[in-house]
């Protein structure tokens, strides 16, 4: 689990990078698709992940709009100061979290209920479908995108034989 998190960190930490060099109005723009344009888009990641580990807590979600994070620098800020939570709460994950269940409410009386280790996976499948939508404005832009490939980015080490 851990190593899909930390793959997603990185590629997001890519994405802001590749923002640096894109005009505002471009990060701005809203876009076919999605839910917004390139900027918005990275908020929504940020937002949706920290949301989903904090309801799983019983915790407070996040209910900002992106109204008053419309930068670049405010959205990295907003990732860094949510990261840790994430990262503890990821890093403290155990098997026995996977089944545990998650009582999901709807406005019609429905309940829900899903596995942690699902909410989990939903998470980190989130952020990768709104990559992609990121990689195709990338090239409407004529940017080449950042890469998504998880081979060799060095989140799992091999074991060499001596």
């Known amino acids: 689990m851990e190593t899909f998190f930390r793959y997603n960190w990185q590629v997001r930490e890519e994405w802001y990078r590749w923002c640096e060099d894109v005009p505002g109005?471009?990060?701005?723009?809203v876009r076919t698709g999605g839910i917004g344009g390139i900027l918005h888009t990275l908020f929504?990641?940020?937002?949706v992940e920290w949301s989903w580990i904090q309801v799983l807590q019983?915790?407070?979600?996040?209910q900002e709009s992106f109204d008053g994070?419309?930068?670049?620098?405010?959205?990295?800020?907003?990732?860094?100061?949510?990261?840790?939570d994430v990262k503890t709460f990821v890093q403290a994950w155990d098997s026995s979290m996977e089944t545990r269940p998650f009582y999901d409410p709807k406005p019609?009386?429905?309940v829900y209920i899903d596995a942690w280790g699902e909410v989990m996976r939903h998470t980190i499948a989130?952020?990768?479908?709104?990559?992609g939508q990121l990689s195709i404005w990338s090239r409407e832009i004529g940017k080449q995108p950042v890469s998504p490939n998880l081979i060799g980015r060095g989140l799992i080490k091999p074991l060499v034989a001596k």
């Open 44 to 47: 929504h990641i940020v937002d």
């Open 58 to 62: 019983g915790k407070q979600d996040f």
């Open 69 to 84: 994070y419309n930068s670049l620098e405010k959205v990295r800020k907003l990732d860094a100061d949510f990261r840790q």
């Open 25 to 29: 109005e471009e990060l701005l723009r």
């Open 108 to 110: 019609d009386g429905t």
């Open 126 to 131: 989130h952020q990768i479908h709104h990559i």
